[in-house]
């Protein structure tokens, strides 16, 4: 079992920055067997959708709609992955959540949290 517990969420203005992170715990075993650590979003009455990726290999991945406004960074080490979100827009309001996908393809969820981006 893995345990991911989110922080940041907040009200900001549009053009504004938020700063989320995610730590993971549980087991060694299970900490070590976590592949890709993530973000997604989702508002009422719309499904939820991804927002950045990071395997354990280096890679990353954006939804088009956050390229070269948000960034993804993990440290292996600390178990934590953070998402850096600049220049936020109302349509990123949202509630946030972290993701990690283990090598046996086993999907987590953190609790959520709020990002709220007023105009």
């Known amino acids: 079992q893995v345990q991911l517990v989110e922080s940041g969420g907040g009200l900001v203005q549009a053009g504004g920055s938020l700063r989320l992170s995610c730590t993971a715990s549980?087991?060694?075993?299970?900490?070590?067997?976590?592949?890709?650590m993530g973000w997604y979003r989702q508002t009422p009455g719309k499904q939820r959708e991804l927002v950045a990726t990071?395997?354990?290999?280096?890679?990353?991945s954006y939804a088009d709609s956050v390229k070269g406004r948000f960034t993804i960074s993990r440290d292996n080490a600390k178990n934590t992955v953070w998402l850096q979100m600049n220049s936020l827009k109302p349509e990123d309001t949202a509630v946030y959540y972290c993701?990690?996908?283990?090598?046996?393809?086993?999907?987590?969820w953190g609790q959520g949290t709020q990002v709220t981006v007023s105009s």
């Open positions: 993701n990690s996908v283990t090598i046996f393809r086993r999907d987590y």
């Open positions: 549980g087991s060694i075993f299970s900490i070590n067997s976590i592949n890709v």
């Open positions: 990071f395997t354990s290999g280096g890679s990353t």
